[in-house]
């Protein structure tokens, strides 16, 4: 059974409008919590990190956490054709090493111009 | 900002070589991991260290090993290539302090292609 599931897409938004990326896991005691954006050909980058629960804003991202239900979701405002790419949730699971991350396997989102 | 160096952006092998990937981090981060990730698969960790000397299988450690000698560098070691080791491999570093994980930040990867 996969730890951090993630809707695999596409997801296609037009310009300017909002794109909700969803990320569930399996493990109660995950403590952290963070989305990486990937592009084609890339490494993974660091756009958000998120440790309670509630939402947290950066810029035109917000992550939202809620815990009891075991998900974490990012919101992309005014989506941009450079928001095109592969978002990575990954989460800090409490069973074993808490220096480990797992990764779910990626929504591909395309914001169609 | 931290920097995670990868000693190469492609490489290409033949099949039984022995291939060194090198990764050097910049911010005195006590974790290094090494990944690889292909189409459909995912990321998939390969090994990690949380201090000079110490290592972790990840899960798929088979035909690698890596070596950690001094706290900013990790190199993983393909003892035998072969072409089922194709594949991008990403190097990656966190703070290890606390019981709360820390993100990992990652290098540019090594298209690494063996032939």
């Known amino acids: 059974q996969k730890e951090v599931e993630q809707n695999s897409g596409p997801l296609s938004v037009p310009e300017g409008a909002i794109a909700s990326l969803n990320c569930t896991y399996s493990d109660r005691g995950s403590q952290s919590f963070f989305w990486y954006r990937q592009y084609s050909g890339k490494s993974p980058e660091l756009i958000m990190s998120i440790y309670s629960n509630g939402d947290k804003e950066d810029g035109r991202f917000t992550a939202q956490l809620n815990k009891a239900s075991q998900y974490v979701s990012l919101l992309i405002r005014d989506s941009q054709p450079s928001d095109s790419a592969t978002y990575l949730c990954a989460v800090s699971l409490d069973s074993g090493s808490a220096r480990q991350l797992t990764f779910g396997s990626g929504t591909q989102l395309t914001v169609l111009p | 900002d931290v920097k995670v160096t990868q000693s190469s952006r492609y490489l290409v092998k033949r099949t039984g070589e022995k291939v060194f990937l090198e990764c050097v981090q910049d911010?005195?981060?006590?974790?290094m991991f090494w990944y690889r990730q292909d189409p459909g698969l995912g990321l998939r960790l390969i090994y990690f260290s949380y201090d000079v000397k110490m290592k972790e299988k990840g899960d798929i450690p088979e035909g690698y090993s890596v070596s950690r000698e001094k706290k900013e560098r990790f190199s993983l070691i393909l003892e035998s290539a072969s072409t089922n080791q194709t594949s991008m491999y990403l190097c990656?570093?966190?703070?290890?302090?606390?019981?709360?994980?820390?993100?990992?930040?990652f290098g540019d990867g090594t298209r690494l292609s063996i032939l």
């Open positions: 990656a570093s966190s703070l290890g302090t606390g019981t709360v994980g820390k993100p990992q930040h």
């Open positions: 911010m005195d981060h006590e974790n």
